[in-house]
């Protein structure tokens, strides 16, 4: 497993490229949860959400014999868009591919950065059966979406933000789909300020990472559409990496519904006049529900991406309750 070093070196490596993000005070979450609490707008990077830090940290470690091969790797869309951005920044062929569950955004997105873009089956694991046959076959360099020791570390930097802008930090939610960002944060937040709690958020459906927790091993689960279609798909039976560190590091696992998800939508846009996804939204989604048990002030919610469909944010903000026909 990474350690703490490794997320400081990953810092200095990517400090020219990414966002340091700020970290706002929601006077409406405080009021409401009675406990100082902030976010972390992760959602702001330059490639709407935090997965460019990893995906930058990745690449810039490249070797020249891996730039000249290639590199590949399979995403539900923000890893793939921040794969293409730096890939493409670094003169790096990437190809991206992704399942018919991807929304059309996120694939627009991937294809204006330039990337070669591959839609496979209708589940992540499927195009991630496909990205490691195009590792092989091709000879690229395969850049796993979160069990990669270099993503692990890339993300981990959010961490290090959020403690020297909240030194006192209680309680840190942090969104949790295969786990890279949750072990990234969750390593520099223990290491640093091992008092303080980290709690995952998920969705109440296909949460791979919630299910192979309570079963002691990486597990496969279906997999569903979701408003927080960015957490969706496995962690991988053969894990290495993020089940273990997800294990030691995180106090627990939150489920939201997709109602709650949708509620976190609008009371992002509605009081804090941000644009958030669902997977993005799922902290504040567990706040307002009032499933943080136990809560101690400060807490920093990681807002972790925007890159939702702006139609489908409409119809959320509309009260739209078809929405939840078509992913229930």
Known sequence: M????????????????????????????????????????????KTGSFKLRGATNAISQLTEA??????VT????????AVSYAATAAKVRATICVSNLVHENKIAEIRRLGADLRIIGNSYDEAEQEA????????????????????IAGQGTIGLELLEALPNVATVLVAVGSGGLSAGVG???????????????SMDRGAAMKASLEAGHPVEVEELPSLADALCGGIGLQNKLTFKAC???????????????????????????????GAGAVGISA???GKVTALK????????????????????????????????
Not at 11 to 17: F, G, K, N
């Open 132 to 151: 490691e046959r195009l590792a092989e076959h091709d000879r690229m360099v395969m850049i796993h979406a979160s069990d990669d020791p270099r993503i």
């Open 74 to 81: 399979a995403s539900t869309g923000n890893h793939g868009r």
């Open 66 to 71: 891996e730039k000249i091969s290639g590199v």
């Open 247 to 277: 294990q030691s590091l995180l106090d627990d696992v939150i489920l939201v519904s997709e109602e709650e998800i949708a509620a976190g939508i609008r009371y992002a846009y509605d009081h804090e006049h941000e644009v958030v996804e």
């Open 297 to 328: 002030g400060p807490v920093a919610i990681i807002i972790s991406g925007g890159n939702i469909n702006m139609a489908l944010h409409r119809r959320v903000m509309a009260g739209d309750h078809t929405i939840f026909q078509q992913v229930g």
């Open 187 to 201: 390593l520099a937040i223990s290491s640093l300020r091992p008092s303080a709690r980290i709690l995952g958020v």
């Open 287 to 289: 706040l307002l529900a």
């Open 2 to 45: 990474i350690q703490l070093p490794d997320i400081n070196e990953a810092r200095r490596r990517i400090s020219d490229v990414i966002v340091n993000t700020p970290l706002v005070r929601s006077t409406g979450l405080s009021r409401e949860s009675g406990v100082e609490v902030f976010l972390k707008m992760e959602h702001r990077q």
